[in-house]
């Protein structure tokens, strides 16, 4: 009944940069966190960013110092600025969100490529 429409992702050159959006919509009630999670071939899914309802935020380590997690809470949406973008940041990108109370939602995830 929550829907999760992501945007933003593409083919990036190293050292490039790109915004992904992330917009809650449908029966949305509270919304205490929201954030980012990645996988790439081969690999599990793994954090990439979160953001709690107070603003505190977490990141993987691998993109401390690039990445930078924001949520517009009025319009119930998620955003990942990414910058000086690795071959190793590509993935599939997938929205998370948790509503106070109740279920974690997915995105259908966005596909990040970089390379030159």
């Known amino acids: 009944q929550v829907q999760l429409v992501e945007s933003g992702g593409g083919l990036v050159q190293p050292g490039g940069s790109l915004r992904l959006s992330c917009a809650a919509s449908?029966?949305?009630?509270?919304?205490?966190?929201m954030g980012w999670y990645r996988q790439a071939p081969g690999k599990q899914r793994e954090l990439v960013a979160t953001?709690?309802?107070?603003?505190?935020?977490n990141y993987a380590d691998s993109v401390k110092g690039r990445f930078t997690i924001s949520r517009d809470n009025a319009k119930n949406t998620v955003y990942l600025q990414m910058t000086s973008l690795k071959p190793e940041d590509t993935a599939l990108y997938y929205c998370?969100?948790?509503?106070?109370?109740?279920?974690?939602?997915w995105g259908q995830g966005t596909q990040v490529s970089v390379s030159a």
């Open positions: 998370w969100v948790k509503e106070l109370f109740t279920n974690n939602y």
């Open positions: 449908g029966s949305v009630r509270i919304i205490n966190a």
């Open positions: 953001i709690t309802s107070g603003g505190s935020t």
